[in-house]
């Protein structure tokens, strides 16, 4: 079965933008080497495709092959003139006011994200993707398998939370299967869900 995967960069206190969806002091999520290094190495198809020649990568991918986003988080790009930063994968943007994708590579679904999401499980594949934001991982949150926090040394008081949004569930326990701490500060952690027993 395919996991959903909400692989995210958040700071220390939680938050994975500002509160109005920008980067306030434009430099929250600034990679350092390290931080670039262990993104080539562990998780290439996550570099958006500029970044990705910018830098020379040609990796194939190591897990994903789907991506999931909310509007406004794919507003970001097509308000910068990028209408897919990711051809090299599945790309589906959740949205109830586009009604035509700006992308022929691009799926809108305007339809229930949970119903979308155990199709997409049911099907064969590797990972997904969730890239988020908030609101579409907040209305996902019974269906996320792991988490792999990018952990920035990083903290903002205020901002865009993890999730977000009417949750339709509480309390649910993960398990740490795998960290690293780069030199700089940054820490990859990935969780796995724990089995309901
Ligand atoms: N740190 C990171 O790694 C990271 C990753 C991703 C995003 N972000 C940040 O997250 C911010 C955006 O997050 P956000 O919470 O404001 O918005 P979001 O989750 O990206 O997008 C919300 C939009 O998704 C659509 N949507 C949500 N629930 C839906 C549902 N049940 N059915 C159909 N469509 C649904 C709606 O689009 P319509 O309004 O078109 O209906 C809604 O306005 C951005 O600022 C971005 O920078 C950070």
């Keep these: ?10 700071t220390l206190d939680g938050f994975i933008a500002g509160t109005d969806g920008t980067d306030p002091t434009g430099s929250i999520f600034t990679p350092t080497q390290d931080y670039l290094d262990h993104m080539i190495a562990h998780y290439p198809e996550t570099l958006p495709v500029a970044a990705r020649q910018a830098l020379g990568v040609t990796a194939p991918r190591t897990r994903f ?31 109830r006011t586009l009604d035509q994708s700006p992308d022929p590579a691009v799926e809108l679904v305007a339809g229930d994200p949970l119903e979308k999401v155990r199709q997409l499980k049911a099907e064969d ?39 977000a949004g009417k949750i339709d569930s509480g309390l649910r326990r993960f398990t740490l299967i795998e960290s690293t701490v780069l030199i700089s500060g940054a820490a990859f952690l990935t969780y796995r869900q724990e089995l309901p027993w």
Excluded at 1 to 10: D, E, S
Excluded at 69 to 79: C, F, I, P, T, V
Aim: no cysteine; aromatic share 10%; proline share 4%.
């Design 125 to 163: 594949g590797g990972s997904i993707w969730l890239v988020g934001g908030a609101e579409l991982a907040g209305a996902l949150y019974e269906e996320i398998d792991e988490l792999i926090l990018k952990v920035n040394p990083v903290t903002l008081g205020s901002g865009i939370p993890l999730f």
């Design 65 to 95: 092959d789907t991506i999931l986003e909310g509007r406004r988080s794919y507003q970001l790009g097509l308000d910068a003139g990028v209408t897919n930063a990711y051809p090299h994968l599945r790309h589906l943007v959740f949205s």
């Design 1 to 10: 079965m395919r996991t959903l995967t909400y692989f995210v960069a958040t």
